[in-house]
């Protein structure tokens, strides 16, 4: 399937056993004008205004669709179960407009990323293409978290970056300074996503060892999203302190 809108549908019914019913929204997809692809990310959910979170609208750049695994997964960051469904879930618990002021990065973009691995699993569910393929985005952003670390920590400049993605197999030289230069030019981005990524696999391990057989993620994820966006310390503790009583 290739329709955004139909695929949006599809992940919203899959999620539904894992995942809290979202309250009813309207969804537009739009796509990127063709000028504008060459200098715009894949996809992006367009943050609705806290007074009015029921119409949603997600805009998608056709020239990184490359295929259809990567359409659907992109979809599933950005709207089932990513961005667009955390964000109208939490405006459903009608939270202090307070609250909106604040950027947690790592919970947002962790949440996502956290949220379009399980579409994974979703897409072609009797292969495992799906979840090579989830292994192998998993890896890359593994890789350049650790090159953004070392390079805006540790000073690695573009000579070092590229002896160590050597290693790794990456030897197109082109390639090795678009890496680079995207790194330099935005610190601690791939951070967000991926140690949010695995602050929320480990905060889900905590909460399995302590339900044990009572686990179950309808019930983690909506403890999750009734939190909203935080620090993960914050959201650690009151997480926790739920199913210890």
């Known amino acids: 399937e290739s329709n955004p809108v139909t695929i949006l549908n599809e992940l919203e019914r899959k999620t539904g056993g894992a995942f809290p019913e979202p309250p009813e929204t309207v969804t537009q997809v739009k796509y990127v004008p063709e000028a504008m692809e060459e200098h715009l990310s894949p996809a992006f959910y367009m943050i609705p205004a806290i007074d009015n ?43 202090d407009p307070l609250r909106s002021i604040f950027n947690f990065g790592g919970y947002v973009e962790g ?15 009797d292969s495992t293409d799906g979840q090579l393929a989830w292994l192998n985005r998993s890896l890359n952003l593994c890789m350049m978290s650790l090159l953004d670390t070392v390079i805006h920590y540790n000073g690695w400049n573009q000579e070092r970056c590229a ?19 995207v790194i330099v ?7 967000k ?6 602050q929320f696999l480990d905060l889900q391990q905590e909460v ?3 339900a044990g057989d009572a686990f179950h993620f309808h019930s983690f994820h909506q403890k999750v999203l009734s939190a909203g966006p935080c620090q993960f310390p914050i959201l650690k503790q009151w997480i926790l302190t739920q199913y210890k009583t």
């Open 53 to 95: 979170t029921a119409e949603n609208i997600i805009y998608v750049n056709q020239s990184h669709m490359s295929n259809n695994l990567t359409l659907y997964t992109t979809l599933a960051h950005e709207g089932y179960p990513g961005h667009l469904y955390q964000t109208v879930c939490y405006a459903g618990t009608d939270p």
């Open 111 to 125: 949440w996502a990323t956290y949220a379009a691995s399980f579409a994974y699993t979703y897409y072609q569910p």
């Open 163 to 181: 002896t160590f993605l050597s290693q790794l197999g990456i030897t197109d030289n082109t390639i090795q300074k678009e890496i680079y230069q």
């Open 185 to 191: 030019e935005d610190p601690a981005n791939y951070l």
């Open 193 to 198: 996503y991926y140690l949010g990524y695995l």
């Open 208 to 210: 399995r060892e302590l």
